[in-house]
T-cell receptor, first 116, second 111 residues
Framework: DTAVSQTPKYLVTQMGNDKSIKCEQNLGHDTMYWYKQDSKKFLKIMFSYNNKELIINETVPNRFSPKSPDKAHLNLHINSLELGDSAVYFC???????????????FGDGTRLSIL | GIQVEQSPPDLILQEGANSTLRCNFSDSVNNLQWFHQNPWGQLINLFYIPSGTKQNGRLSATTVATERYSLLYISSSQTTDSGVYFCAVKNSGGSNYKLTFGKGTLLTVNP
């Protein structure tokens, strides 16, 4: 009965590779997010989508490309991975309408990405 | 953008003690949430509390939006309460459509 599930949990790969992280939510939410948590535990939003429409695109290298095939899924593809991309990436979801967000956000368990 | 400051940055307690964590923010908000990140890294939503007071078991939270702060109370702490507690807010004006997180309070509860 996982509410927000993301795969894989761990991702270890070489510099320069391309990888994807998948996220799905079964809460009926219409807004989904990607966050990056660095080694100092600081959480920063990267992207948000509302009903498949990109709402927030923070200052993120264009090597990162989100894709939302429907409002229950938000995937993250990363090209040409660099050492600085090592972090934990969290998917989250909440209710929302357009650019407004309502109510609590629920997070997946995170994907720990390590670049060798 | 809105600034979020949490205090204290670190807190060590003996099991059974009570504690209060504070979150100050620099602008008016219409969304405020408290999260617990456990030692396994999972982020759990504790409270959605843009104003007022809520209680859930040993935890309660109060937000005084007019004075721009929120408090999280933990009573009779247990070792499973250990982890990082984050406050996150969204300001109610302008074009800011995201939650901004504080740097967190690292809580260690010793047996």
């Amino acid at each position: 009965d996982t509410a927000v599930s993301q795969t894989p949990k761990y991702l270890v790969t070489q510099m320069g590779n391309d990888k994807s992280i998948k996220c799905e939510q079964n809460l009926g939410h219409d807004t989904m997010y990607w966050y990056k948590q660095d080694s100092k535990k600081f959480l920063k939003i990267m992207f948000s989508y509302n009903n498949k429409e990109l709402i927030i695109n923070e200052t993120v290298p264009n090597r990162f490309s989100p894709k939302s095939p429907d409002k229950a899924h938000l995937n993250l593809h990363i090209n040409s991975l660099e050492l600085g991309d090592s972090a934990v990436y969290f998917c989250a979801s909440s209710h929302g309408e357009g650019r407004a967000i309502f109510g609590p956000q629920h997070f997946g368990d995170g994907t720990r990405l390590s670049i060798l | 953008g809105i600034q979020v400051e949490q205090s204290p940055p670190d807190l060590i307690l003996q099991e059974g003690a009570n504690s209060t964590l504070r979150c100050n923010f620099s602008d008016s908000v219409n969304n405020l949430q408290w999260f617990h990140q456990n030692p396994w890294g999972q982020l759990i939503n504790l409270f959605y509390i843009p104003s007022g007071t809520k209680q859930n078991g040993r935890l309660s939270a109060t937000t005084v939006a007019t004075e721009r702060y929120s408090l999280l109370y933990i009573s009779s702490s247990q070792t499973t309460d250990s982890g990082v507690y984050f406050c996150a807010v969204k300001n109610s004006g302008g074009s800011n459509y995201k939650l901004t997180f504080g740097k967190g309070t690292l809580l260690t509860v010793n047996p």
